[in-house]
Every structure is written in structure tokens, then in C-alpha cells.
């Protein structure tokens, strides 16, 4: 079976953004477990690093993708430029998980409501605005 250029498209955009999404959630498992060593932690990283580099790079649309990406490509950079080791993994562990759970916030804010149902968000009922007259 021979697939069209558009279908194999589509394949690649999948599996690189589901390689995105697979590094945001191993990098959160492995800053939140306590046990993690640093060795540990950037052998899986880089592994991961790896895999999506050898993939085909895409065009990102969503602002979650593109910021994730750049975050995931930054940290790699940083945490291989400088001494990684318990201490630093100490040190940055609470700003790193959150920062990618800001990235998941942001994946998560498009999917709640769609924008045709905005202008009636103002009137239903969730949002309480007091006035201080």
C-alpha cells in the first residue's frame, strides 16, 4: 500500500509531537521522584534528545509546541554546558517542574473552551466580579 505525501506528512507531525509530549512527561516523572540521580536524569534525557533529533523537524502551530520544544532544547543545552551534578539538580528541580507544569497549563487552556463559546463565558456563572462601591 503506497501512502500520499499528505498522509506521511501527518504520520511524522504525530510521532514528533508525541516525542515532545514523551519528554515532558519523563522529564516531570524523573525532577518529581527524589531518588532521581543526576547520571540518571540525563542519560534518559538525552535519550530522548536523541530520538527527536534524528526525527524529520516540523512546523510547530500551537504555542504549546513551539515553547515546549524550545524549553526541552535549552535545557539540554544548559544542563550539558554546565557541572550537572546533585547539587544543581537540587537547586533547579522546583523551577524546572514548574515550568513544565506552566507548559501543561498552557497545553491545557485551548482545550476547556472553544472560542466560538468565549462571548458567553462572561455570563456563566464561573467568573464573579465584585465591585468595591
Do not use: V
Not at 36 to 60: V, W
Amino acid at each position: 500500500m503506497k501512502y500520499s505525501p499528505k498522509q506521511i506528512e501527518k504520520y511524522q507531525r504525530q510521532k514528533y509531537i508525541a516525542q515532545l509530549e514523551k519528554i515532558g512527561k519523563n522529564l516531570f516523572r524523573l525532577l518529581r521522584n527524589p531518588e532521581t540521580r543526576p547520571e540518571e536524569l540525563l542519560a534518559r534525557f538525552d535519550e530522548l534528545m536523541e530520538k527527536l533529533d534524528t526525527m524529520e523537524a516540523i512546523r510547530l502551530d500551537s504555542e504549546y509546541l513551539r515553547e515546549s520544544e524550545a524549553h526541552y532544547r535549552r535545557l539540554h543545552e544548559e544542563w550539558h554546558a554546565s557541572a550537572f551534578d546533585a547539587q544543581r539538580l537540587e537547586e533547579i528541580r522546583e523551577a524546572e517542574m514548574s515550568d513544565l507544569n506552566r507548559l501543561q497549563k498552557m497545553k491545557n487552556r485551548s482545550s476547556y473552551r472553544k472560542d466560538k463559546h468565549r462571548k458567553h463565558a462572561q455570563r456563566d456563572g464561573w467568573e464573579t466580579t465584585y465591585s468595591t462601591k
